[in-house]
DNA sequence: GAGATGGTTCGGTTACGATCGAAGTATGAA
DNA sequence: TTCATACTTCGATCGTAACCGAACCATCTC
């Protein structure tokens, strides 16, 4: 008696709060173990174990045996951008159950998505690409100018070679913590890449935060320039209990 | 483990079916009634009340109060888009939540959303309408002609006593099984009414499915032609598990 | 081989929430 | 006023799914 697409069983898939956690853990575009899930939703090895394997056949977890491990992703970009549009209306709702731990701030301040910078960073690097004419916005859309490639061939990134991938050069990518977007597609993961081999920044070993040194940070803040650089600075308050 | 991520709510509200039910139902953009809802999710009006109250407080419907009637709908469009997200994944993955029961047939060639005809007839009573003129079609919205008013009054139908009524005359309802459009609208219920009492079709207990003897399939066919009358005869294959 | 680690399967318990009957409230019609 | 319709609240039932302990399989190290 059910007809149409069923997002009923999409929806009770998400809607466990330890899949959620697992999806959410996920969300970093790293490969995690089973045993790491477990601890990030909270519950034995047996509980999640069913759980992953709940949202494989649903098709929301892709695995890979990699020796004695199992290795969860998410099954491909597109549940990320489903995950990306519940988490961010879930935010707009008020809806933040999230708990602000200690790793929170860092986090928030600059952070791996998929492949690509996301957080406060992410989202001023965009920014700053847009108002100095680099990147042009059109509707959803994003496109590099030319003057943006010379621009960004002059810090290093080959704009031809990523041209020739089958991958889009720019996509904008909706931060759930910012609701602001920031630079996705093989033009975001050149420069995050770009960051990580000058020795800017480096990745947090079991976490989603990327770290800049200072002389990394400096260097990136003085490279993406903003006229109303405000809010990069003051941690937000906590929400919640 | 009641502390759920923020992901986890929206995704439960969405994941219990008869509240899917009613969210796909709403999808169409009309707004709908307590009762019509219950109607739409198979279940009784003191379970679908209690499943309004929680959707309303998640932030996903919107009411407004109207005489005795309290009109449901989607809170907003972010609303829709979202559900629309989860559809569109839900469609790709093959999720299609048809069970293939015995019943199932029956209900793809005729059945009742709402008031009016859905399943293979209704798509084709509407399409026919539209070829021949008596309803034309602009963007999402569908209004009768003067022409298709003698038609329909040719066959009993009462247009002007319709139009008092402060329900629209004509609408679109998606048929999100055959992903096309059905007639609505009080015109919609007029002429499922008119088949009914001409005893042409009889309503199936305990289902949403309409039966056609052999003689009002005919008349029926007869009324509506197309052009194109392909797929109506022939079942679609299983999809089974 | 033995032992350790990573992960799954099984069985039984438990708690949550979906459901409906019945009774109660609000609005409109006669 | 009285009756009817639309909807909500209450209370109780009941099914399902989340959960964990324990046992079992798989892979790596020594």
Known sequence: MKEGPDIAQIGSLIGDPARANILTALMGGRALTATELAAAAGVTLQTASAHLSKLESGGLLAQRKQGRHRYF??????????????????????HLRHRPGPKEPALRKARICYDHLAGDFGVRMLDSLIERGSISAMGEGLSLTTEGEKHLGSIG??????????????????????????LAGSLGKALLSNFLDKGWAR????????????????RFLALFPLELSDDITQPEPDVGP
């Not at 990134?157 to 920031?182: K, M, N, Q």
């Not at 990745?203 to 400096?218: A, C, D, K, L, Q």
């Open 73 to 94: 992703t998410l099954a491909d970009d597109r549940v990320g951008k489903l995950l990306e549009g519940i988490m961010g209306f879930a935010a707009s709702r008020g």
């Open 157 to 182: 990134i080959d704009v031809s070679g990523l041209r020739s991938s089958r991958r889009p050069l720019c996509r904008s990518c909706l931060d759930w913590s910012e609701r602001r977007a920031h």
């Open 203 to 218: 990745r947090t070993e079991n976490s989603r935060s990327i770290f800049f040194t200072p002389e990394g940070e400096r």
